[in-house]
């Protein structure tokens, strides 16, 4: 069945440096895969979307990577802020469905 | 603020009752998907409704159901309730009826209790 991995540990980051978050996937060939931000106790929040046939997309401090043939996605925060904390969750898309990975905390020390 | 709105916020029931949430997605978005969120869980998907029809299914109990009505509003029953039905149930919008092609915009969320 279709597996979604990211790290379960929190991601723990100086204020300023750049947050490196990582999604692998298996049995499963996403033609689009989107990141969330979730506050704890409130509803996730669109972050960026990257398709397939794009290696690489940006937004403001965001940055998205997708690689079909490691089956994986890198999520970069860069310049890091205390208000970046939050979990940040990665989900595999088809035309019919979208499965959420279970999340990655991220905590920016001031 | 999502424009999605989710009520009620908090809900305290029994086990063997039955409750129902009550979702209005944002204006102009046709599809609406059901979450449930618990700690061990993560966010698993429900079912999706757009423009009035059922899209896809994901893992729903047989004592689950929804549906979305000709004002767009959708509303997931839960019943007879059991203690691990306790969690967040957070419903989303997009505009689309394609999931993945999408981005959703998420409810604040109903938080049940079972007790």
């Known amino acids: 069945s279709q597996k979604i991995e990211q790290n379960s540990e929190a991601l723990n980051i100086q204020e300023g440096k750049t947050a490196t978050l990582t999604c692998n996937y298996t049995?499963?060939?996403?033609?689009?895969l989107q990141w969330y931000r979730q506050d704890p106790g409130r509803g996730p929040v669109f972050l960026l979307l990257i398709r397939e046939n794009e290696k690489e997309k940006r937004k403001e401090r965001l940055k998205v990577t997708f690689d079909t043939t490691l089956k994986q996605s890198l999520f970069h925060i860069t310049a890091s802020q205390p208000a970046d904390s939050a979990t940040y969750l990665c989900a595999l898309g088809s035309s019919y469905k979208l499965i959420f990975g279970s999340g990655t905390r991220l905590l920016v020390r001031p | 603020d999502s424009g999605v709105t989710q009520t009620p916020k908090h809900l305290i029931t029994a086990t063997g009752q039955r409750v129902t949430l009550r979702c209005s997605p944002r204006?102009?978005?046709?599809?609406v998907y059901w979450y449930q969120q618990s700690l061990d869980q993560g966010l698993q998907f429900l079912i999706q409704y757009y423009n009035g029809e059922e899209r896809a299914k994901g893992n729903i109990l047989e004592r689950f159901s929804a549906q979305q009505f000709p004002d767009l509003h959708s509303e997931l029953n839960l019943s007879s309730l059991e203690l691990g039905d306790s969690a967040l149930y957070f419903c989303?919008?997009?505009?689309?009826?394609?999931?993945?092609?999408?981005?959703?915009?998420f409810g604040p969320g109903t938080r049940l209790t079972v007790t």
């Open positions: 049995n499963y060939s996403p033609a689009y």
């Open positions: 204006s102009g978005d046709l599809s």
């Open positions: 989303a919008s997009s505009g689309g009826g394609l999931a993945g092609v999408y981005e959703q915009y």
